[in-house]
């Protein structure tokens, strides 16, 4: 199982809801990434978790909580969401992480999740 | 500054046409990674290398260190090809993540 699943791929919702992205991976990888992409623009990293701890949070407003139950799912929380966050919201995983090396590690992503907010 | 430039910007083919597309980067690197992005979708990771060739079935890619340049080629083009084509470098001190050109949207038409 070489996949990263992300649920649900689509999503509607108001600035005043609640909601949750799911991403979960089977390879084994201790590392796992949230990214935000807008339309016909590059992924932009969010988050990092490298054995179930955040190592990176790349100044990204509270509004989303990442979260890391154990080493195959991430989740990301979202509440009070404003109509400029609306993306593609990407999962990706890799064997591993290093601080203090360039990274050799091929990354693998989902599909995405593309969240509206109204 | 650290940077990765892609280019074209935009990439128009007949089917069976060999394309290239071209990536610089700013500094010196470990490794390079080429993605690649359908519309709506996810993204796929085609390549890491950090020197020579890699091979692919039609899909080749090579970089040189030296000359902080990479390419990748897509022999016998085919309209599934179609996609946006991202190049992506290491660069931040201290944190392996990766910053990431603007792509190449390749349309081949049959």
């Known amino acids: 199982d070489t996949e990263v699943t992300q649920t649900p791929k689509h999503l509607v919702m108001g600035m005043t809801n609640k909601k949750s992205l799911k991403c979960e991976q089977h390879?084994?990888?201790?590392?796992m990434y949230w990214y935000k992409q807008k339309a016909k623009k590059p992924p932009e990293l969010m988050f990092v978790?490298?054995?179930?701890?955040?190592?990176i949070n790349e100044s990204v407003p509270s509004r989303f909580s990442p979260e890391c139950p154990n080493s195959s799912l991430l989740n990301l929380h979202l509440h009070a969401l404003q109509p400029e966050d609306s993306a593609l919201y990407l999962c990706?995983?890799?064997?591993?992480?290093?601080?203090?090396?360039?990274?050799?590690?091929?990354?693998?992503f989902g599909s995405g999740t593309q969240l509206s907010v109204l | 500054k650290n940077e990765v430039e892609q280019s074209p910007q935009n990439l128009t083919a007949q089917e069976g046409e060999f394309i290239t597309i071209n990536c610089s980067y700013s500094?010196?690197?470990?490794?390079l990674h080429w993605l690649q992005q359908h519309p709506g979708g996810g993204i796929v990771s085609l390549f890491m290398?950090?020197?020579g060739k890699k091979k692919h079935g039609r899909l080749i890619a090579t970089i040189n260190i030296q000359e902080k340049h990479s390419s990748l080629h897509i022999t016998a083009s085919h309209p599934r090809d179609s996609a946006v084509y991202i190049c992506?470098?290491?660069?931040?001190?201290?944190?392996?993540?990766?910053?990431f050109g603007k792509g190449t949207m390749l349309l081949v038409s049959p």
């Open positions: 290398l950090s020197s």
């Open positions: 992506a470098a290491p660069f931040n001190s201290g944190y392996s993540t990766l910053t």
């Open positions: 978790y490298s054995y179930e701890k955040l190592s």
């Open positions: 990706a995983s890799s064997q591993d992480y290093y601080e203090g090396y360039s990274s050799r590690e091929k990354l693998f």
């Open positions: 500094v010196g690197i470990s490794a």
């Open positions: 390879m084994g990888h201790r590392a």
